[in-house]
């Protein structure tokens, strides 16, 4: 609402101080720190402009600017719940500067929902080969655990060890040997330098199937944030992962990947963020060979596109598409062509905050996998509805 009055009234102290606090509460640090700066340039002894800027400061991790800002509106002798903020925030920077700062969070999330295709196989019979029904698409009912749990340690100003866990268990009602669980470890430290941040991670994840091992997976990835403007945001990310396949060696491999996503928040009263990205890979197999080349060793490119809106106070929609193409290197030993495959999905999210820490979820997925090669074409959609509760 302020920027719509900002041509006509910037300039004017008393609409910038209301501008610039409206900014900071939205973090969009940087204009509330120009509106203030331009309060102070025209009235020196506004102590309310210093006061903001000081959290503007504080907000914004330049803790020297900010204590500095805070003593000296403290040292006007301001009323005593003033007094009582700015020792709150003092005290706030001082257990940053000293190694005092920890963080740990978690959640714990139950779903309900339908698979129309637990093994992402095909729906009908082919042409070069006959399947069995087992190895047909088939349906099921299932139940779903999701869980995790974050610590930060920011032992300095702007440095931080990160720890990260997440679980993901499904069980099928009648297809038990599809039953799978997750169990991802992450540990990194990040960084902040001006506009950006920056995180290296190491990454453990163990992938079972109907409770013997599957796969697992050992990487690195580097994260890049960078702060565009005050509504707009780059995320990148280089990844580098070793999958191992416990009984199948041949399909052993090393991905590479690269990708980005943009991130602007709109006008309007839905509060939309939208999400535009882009990706690019590289599979290599360990040892190259007839099955590896045609079904492991590939490049694959692929872009997203995903719109946030929150229509209500505590209801967030979020519908998302994904578009993937994969090219592999080597002929199929069957088909005696070299296969490319074409996946999109659309995913709807809905969250409904009923409470601080509890929310219900409703999740729709729909994914289309078109292939030249007709073993690896299906189509599969998902449902479920989950309750999620936080910690902190």
């Known amino acids: 609402?302020?920027?719509?009055?900002?041509?006509?009234?910037?300039?004017?102290?008393?609409?910038?101080?209301?501008?610039?606090?409206?900014?900071?509460?939205?973090?969009?640090?940087?204009?509330?720190?120009?509106?203030?700066?331009?309060?102070?340039?025209?009235d020196p002894n506004n102590q309310l402009a210093r006061l903001e800027l000081a959290r503007a400061y504080y907000q914004q991790r330049k803790f020297d600017?900010?204590?500095?800002?805070?003593?000296?509106?403290?040292?006007?002798?301001?009323?005593?719940?003033?007094?009582?903020?700015?020792?709150?925030?003092?005290a706030l920077i001082?257990?940053?500067?000293v190694n005092r700062f920890t963080r740990v969070q978690g959640f714990v999330e139950l779903y309900a929902g339908y698979d129309s295709n637990v093994n992402s196989a095909p729906g009908s019979q082919l042409t070069r080969v006959v399947l069995s029904d087992d190895a047909l698409g088939r349906g099921d009912s299932f139940m779903a655990l999701k869980a995790g749990?974050?610590?930060?340690?920011?032992?300095?100003?702007?440095?931080?060890?990160i720890f990260e866990t997440r679980l993901d268990i499904r069980y099928y009602d009648t297809e038990e040997e599809q039953d799978n669980s997750n169990l991802t470890l992450k540990a990194g430290h990040r960084w902040y330098e001006g506009k950006n941040q920056y995180q290296f991670n190491v990454v453990r994840q163990d992938y079972r199937l109907d409770e013997e091992g599957y796969r697992d997976l050992m990487g690195i990835s580097f994260d890049w944030n960078r702060q565009l403007s005050k509504r707009s945001l780059l995320r990148s990310y280089l990844a580098v992962n070793d999958l191992k396949y416990v009984s199948s060696e041949w399909r052993d491999s090393r991905q590479y990947s690269l990708g980005s996503n943009y991130l602007y928040a709109g006008d309007g009263n839905w509060k939309p963020v939208y999400v535009l990205g882009g990706f690019i890979g590289n599979e290599k197999p360990d040892e190259p060979g007839t099955l590896a080349d045609g079904d492991v060793d590939r490049n694959f490119y692929g872009v997203s596109l995903g719109v946030q809106m929150t229509p209500l106070q505590d209801l967030t929609f979020m519908p998302s598409l994904v578009y993937q193409v994969s090219e592999y290197a080597g002929?199929?030993?069957?088909?005696?062509?070299?296969?490319?495959?074409?996946?999109?999905?659309?995913?709807?999210?809905?969250?409904?905050?009923?409470?601080?820490d509890w929310s219900l979820l409703a999740t729709y997925s729909y994914a289309d996998a078109d292939s030249n090669i007709e073993l690896n074409e299906f189509r599969r959609e998902q449902i479920n509805f989950g309750l999620r509760r936080d910690f902190k």
Do not use: C
């Not at 606090?21 to 720190?33: D, K, M, R, S, Y």
């Not at 600017?65 to 003092?90: E, G, H, S, W």
């Not at 199929?332 to 999210?349: S, T």
């Open 1 to 42: 609402m302020a920027n719509t009055m900002l041509a006509e009234h910037e300039g004017d102290p008393a609409f910038d101080i209301q501008y610039a606090v409206a900014a900071i509460e939205t973090f969009h640090l940087e204009e509330g720190v120009f509106a203030l700066e331009r309060v102070l340039l025209v």
């Open 94 to 97: 001082e257990q940053r500067r």
């Open 65 to 90: 600017q900010a204590t500095a800002m805070f003593n000296a509106v403290k040292a006007k002798n301001p009323p005593p719940r003033v007094v009582t903020r700015i020792d709150r925030y003092l």
């Open 331 to 356: 002929e199929h030993w069957i088909y005696n062509l070299k296969r490319k495959d074409k996946y999109a999905a659309l995913n709807l999210n809905v969250n409904w905050r009923f409470k601080p």
């Open 149 to 161: 749990a974050d610590v930060e340690h920011r032992y300095a100003e702007d440095r931080s060890l």
